[in-house]
Nanobody, 130 residues
């Protein structure tokens, strides 16, 4: 049974950076598509980024392109989300999710398939404020 634990959230000023980590236990993350999602108070959950298992394909929400980078650290069985030039609108709880299906394969649907991810972490709070 795969288990995911996020870390790295916190309070940062606008323009600052954070690196979120999604550490896995119970199985190897290599075999899973990984998605990062976020949910701000009063808003719907939205897809931030994902990385495919087979070919490393990545996708990003338009709002974070050029600022966020998703990557795998296979040696540590971890996926990272490097977030640079953070903005107040990035404030949210960030969740990582994993599934054996290729949920990150389609550039037009990756952000809307959160419900299909089987495994979820507990979330980590990111607050961007002066």
């Amino acid at each position: 049974q795969l288990a995911l634990v996020e870390s790295g959230g916190g309070l940062v000023q606008p323009g600052g950076s954070l690196r979120l980590s999604c550490a896995a236990s119970g199985d190897t993350l290599d075999y899973y598509a990984i998605g990062w999602f976020r949910q701000a108070p009063g808003k719907e959950r939205e897809g931030v980024s994902c990385i495919n298992s087979s070919d490393g394909t990545t996708h990003y929400a338009d709002s974070v392109k050029g600022r966020f980078t998703i990557s795998r650290d296979n040696a540590k069985n971890t996926v990272h989300l490097q977030m640079n030039n953070l903005k107040p609108e990035d404030t949210a709880v960030y969740y990582c999710a994993a599934d054996a299906l290729p949920l990150c394969a389609d550039s037009s649907t990756w952000g809307s398939v959160a419900a299909y991810y089987k495994y979820w972490g507990q979330g980590t709070q990111v607050t961007v404020s002066p």
